[in-house]
């Protein structure tokens, strides 16, 4: 394990995006980083810089106002990075599918990498979803550096 991945596996670093939810999932992400569920125990950082991110944690289906906004932050997070849909609406759009307001599901506008199902959603599932895209970066990570060696 290179020393980048260790790190980034001890101590990942989130940005929490809201595109347009009832704010149920929203309060449950809260949750996670508030005290009760804390997940800053486990190294987990709390960003509001997508420069400085590694996982999107992206809650609510994507309203039409917000679509621009979320291609802007994710393209500014840097390589490797995953994306979470955190709950239902995320995940498929939900209780907005077919809205007049709303395009839907996170992944009708960015690439989503780890899907966490749940009206609301729950901090025990947003936690293991978290365990899997740590996951995912790193897998992404050895690829990256592979393809920069093939390459050099
Ligand atoms: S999944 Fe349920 S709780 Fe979460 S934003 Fe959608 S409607 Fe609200």
């Not at 991945?5 to 449950?28: F, M, Q, Y």
């Not at 992206?58 to 995953?82: A, F, R």
Request: charged share 20%; with cysteine.
């Amino acid at each position: 394990m290179s020393l980048t991945e260790l790190a980034r596996k001890k101590s990942p670093w989130v940005i929490h995006v809201g595109t347009g939810g009832c704010n149920g999932c929203d309060i449950e992400l809260l949750a996670c980083l508030a005290p009760r569920y804390d997940i800053s125990r486990f190294g987990v950082m709390s960003t509001g810089n997508p420069k400085h991110a590694d996982i999107m944690l992206v809650v609510g289906p994507v309203s039409l106002k917000y679509k621009e906004i979320i291609k802007n932050l994710y393209d500014q997070m840097p390589d490797p990075k995953v994306v979470i849909a955190v709950g239902t609406c995320a995940s498929t759009g939900g209780i907005y599918q077919g809205c007049y307001g709303h395009c839907g599901s996170v992944d009708k506008v960015i690439p989503v990498d780890v899907y966490v199902p749940g009206c609301n959603v729950r901090p025990e599932a947003i936690i293991d979803g978290l365990v899997l895209a740590l996951d995912i970066l790193n897998e992404k990570e050895r690829k990256l550096l592979s393809e920069k060696k093939g390459a050099a």
